[in-house]
T-cell receptor, first 114, second 110 residues
Framework: SAVISQKPSRDICQRGTSLTIQCQVDSQVTMMFWYRQQPGQSLTLIAT?????????ESGFVIDKFPISRPNLTFSTLTVSNMSPEDSSIYLC???????????FGPGTRLTVT | QKEVEQDPGPLSVPEGAIVSLNCTYSNSAFQYFMWYRQYSRKGPELLMY????GNKEDGRFTAQVDKSSKYISLFIRDSQPSDSATYLC??????????FGTGTSLTVIP
């Protein structure tokens, strides 16, 4: 299994500001993802973080709003830019094991935008 | 139609009961099936993972996949208050993209 840590675990931010969330994995993984989870809703995939190239964004998510970095195979960041109250959510980092195809999640970052 | 349908509950059972959690899906090409447990204010934790069809058992947990009916189930035997959580199903065609249900909230009453 993979052990994933995220920072910060939670934050309260003002409208119009930006927050960068960090994700660290205890082993090298090829596939790393960022999800959003809103109350009562399914996990929504934001983007796939690609090492050495630009992230691949899902429909409805754009790089200007959610820039992602992936400098190596164990680390990624997601920035939530120009935040509004609608961005209040839990943001989850996730990886897929290359050997077993099992998907693991970090503990999440609980973001509240006021 | 959503790729994955899951009854959100909430489901409330007495301690010791057998719990049945279910998901249906529309894509017959799905062959990777997973169940996650998510405690409040925590990330999802992988519980069970099944490739293709059939049953898989791990302690008090049994996962079943019925591909002919496009239906998967998670059974929890001798349920405990510590099983109180939200359970999410997930499935995929390949091993690099998975579709998630909305989760079923379970409460086990002592």
């Amino acid at each position: 299994s993979a052990v994933i840590s995220q920072k910060p675990s939670r934050d309260i931010c003002q409208r119009g500001t930006s927050l960068t969330i960090q994700c660290q994995v205890d082993s090298q993984v090829t596939m790393m993802f960022w999800y959003r989870q809103q109350p009562g809703q399914s996990l929504t995939l934001i983007a796939t973080a690609n090492q050495g190239s630009e992230a691949t964004y899902e429909s409805g998510f754009v790089i200007d709003k959610f820039p992602i970095s992936r400098p190596n195979l164990t680390f990624s960041t997601l920035t939530v830019s120009n935040m509004s109250p609608e961005d209040s959510s839990i943001y989850l980092c996730s990886v897929i094991s290359q050997s077993s195809y099992e998907q693991y999640f970090g503990p999440g970052t609980r973001l509240t935008v006021t | 139609q959503k790729e994955v349908e899951q009854d959100p509950g909430p489901l409330s059972v007495p301690e010791g009961a057998i719990v049945s959690l279910n998901c249906t899906y529309s894509n017959s090409a799905f062959q990777y099936f997973m169940w996650y447990r998510q405690y409040s204010r925590k990330g999802p934790e992988l519980l069970m993972y099944t490739y293709s069809s059939g049953n898989k058992e791990d302690g008090r947990f049994t996962a079943q996949v019925d591909k002919s009916s496009k239906y998967i189930s998670l059974f929890i035997r001798d349920s405990q208050p510590s099983d109180s959580a939200t359970y999410l199903c997930a499935m995929g065609v390949t091993g690099n993209q998975f579709y998630f249900g909305t989760g079923t909230s379970l409460t086990v009453i002592p």
